[in-house]
Nanobody
Framework: QVQPVESGGGAVQAGESLRLSCVHA???????GGWFRQAPGKEREGVAG???????TYADPVKGRFTASRDDAANTLYLQMNRLKPEDTAIYYC??????????????WGQGTQVTVSS
């Protein structure tokens, strides 16, 4: 499988926005996606999950600020991040895999994109 490729990261000021993109392979089966992040010295954590119908779930720290979406025609997942905070600083990863399976176990993972938020 072709590895997903994230883009859109960068360095911004607190309160600003970024939109991450994740271009992935075309799948013949129903797939789900997720966004994860890992800050320096911390374990990787889930940020958002997106189901095959486009419905999304979010981790508490990002609820109301981040929006996950997908464009199946473009084989792309998105993560719109608004009102960014310094604690959002991390490497952000996308993962795509068959629905019903843990992405950590069965997903295809990208290399990540750095997001840095300064106060």
């Amino acid at each position: 499988q072709v590895q997903p490729v994230e883009s859109g990261g960068g360095a911004v000021q607190a309160g600003e926005s970024l939109r991450l993109s994740c271009v992935h392979a075309s799948y013949s089966y129903e797939y789900c996606g997720g966004w994860f992040r890992q800050a320096p010295g911390k374990e990787r954590e889930g940020v958002a999950g997106i189901d095959s119908d486009g419905s999304a779930t979010y981790a508490d720290p990002v609820k109301g600020r981040f929006t996950a979406s997908r464009d199946d025609a473009a084989n792309t997942l998105y993560l719109q991040m608004n009102r960014l905070k310094p604690e959002d600083t991390a490497i952000y990863y996308c993962a795509v895999g068959p629905c019903g399976w843990r992405l950590e176990d069965a997903g295809e993972w990208g290399q990540g994109t750095q997001v840095t938020v300064s106060s």
